[in-house]
């Protein structure tokens, strides 16, 4: 089943700000600007993408539709996640694990936001004002996992 920022709109799961952000992506001139907004919404309510090589469009999209993505270093998303582990969905620790020779096509980002994002923050050093915005929707963190 796809994830849509219009269903999770109209159940109530995103904050006005992380809609507002959806629909500047949706309604802009960003290619697969929908498929972009699906992803800001999936961020926002559901946590957490293991996001492909198109990161370099992907990221700056978000932050010129509104949203601010903090880049972690390597070291820091590594703290930030060993230090939630126990809340990392198991299907998501299984690809992070693989070694076999699908390992290459492995994502080599990991985007947080949400209530995942929200715990790993004080593992990572981020203020209380980042932890405002991500409860809003607008703030991701980013980092190789």
Request: aromatic residues 4%.
């Amino acid at each position: 089943t796809a994830y849509s920022a219009e269903q999770a709109h109209a159940e109530g799961k995103l904050a006005e700000e992380a809609a507002a952000i959806c629909e500047r992506l949706a309604s802009g001139d960003e290619p697969l600007g929908d498929v972009l907004a699906d992803e800001w919404a999936f961020l926002t309510t559901q946590s957490l993408a293991l996001i492909s090589g198109v990161i370099k469009h992907t990221l700056p999209a978000f932050g010129r539709a509104g949203g601010m993505v903090i880049d972690l270093a390597d070291d820091k998303m590594r703290a930030g996640l060993e230090a939630v582990r126990d809340r990392i969905p198991d299907t998501v620790l299984d690809v992070m694990k693989r070694v076999d020779r699908a390992a290459g096509r492995i994502p080599p980002w990991l985007v947080v936001g949400g209530e995942l994002a929200g715990y790993i923050l004080p593992h990572v050093g981020l203020g209380v004002m980042i932890a405002t915005n991500v409860g809003r929707g607008v703030v991701v963190l980013a980092g190789d996992p």
